[in-house]
Nanobody, 125 residues
Framework: EVQLQASGGGLVQSGGSLRLSCAASGFIFSDYAIGWFRQAPGKEREGVSCISSIPGSTYYTDSVKGRFTVSRDNAKNTVFLQMDNLKPEDTAVYYC??????????????????WGQGTLVTVSS
């Protein structure tokens, strides 16, 4: 059974940092890309970042470039999203999701097969 477990959310002040984790099981982790999405209250879900199965292949949406860093540890079947210099507009439920091999710049929900349950990030001003 494929499972994705996102964790690490919480309440942080503007300018602070959080590190999200996405622990995976039930599939050959090293063959899959992992994407991070977020959904703010009243807004559509948007793609934030992605890391491919190919080393060094990552994607970031423009609003988080230079502040967020995605990485993976294939030995631990885990992907991390380091979020620095957080802003109130980063407040959202963050989800991880998986698709085969590579990330796509489009970051469409439909391109991802399995999803985790989400973790809430709240950034206060």
């Amino acid at each position: 059974e494929v499972q994705l477990q996102a964790s690490g959310g919480g309440l942080v002040q503007s300018g602070g940092s959080l590190r999200l984790s996405c622990a995976a099981s039930g599939f050959i982790f090293s063959d899959y890309a992992i994407g991070w999405f977020r959904q703010a209250p009243g807004k559509e879900r948007e793609g934030v970042s992605c890391i491919s199965s190919i080393p060094g292949s990552t994607y970031y949406t423009d609003s988080v470039k230079g502040r967020f860093t995605v990485s993976r540890d294939n030995a631990k079947n885990t992907v991390f999203l380091q979020m620095d210099n957080l802003k109130p507009e980063d407040t959202a439920v963050y989800y991880c999701a998986t698709r085969r091999f590579i990330c796509l710049d489009t970051m469409r929900d439909d391109d991802y097969t399995y999803w985790g349950q989400g973790t809430l990030v709240t950034v206060s001003s």
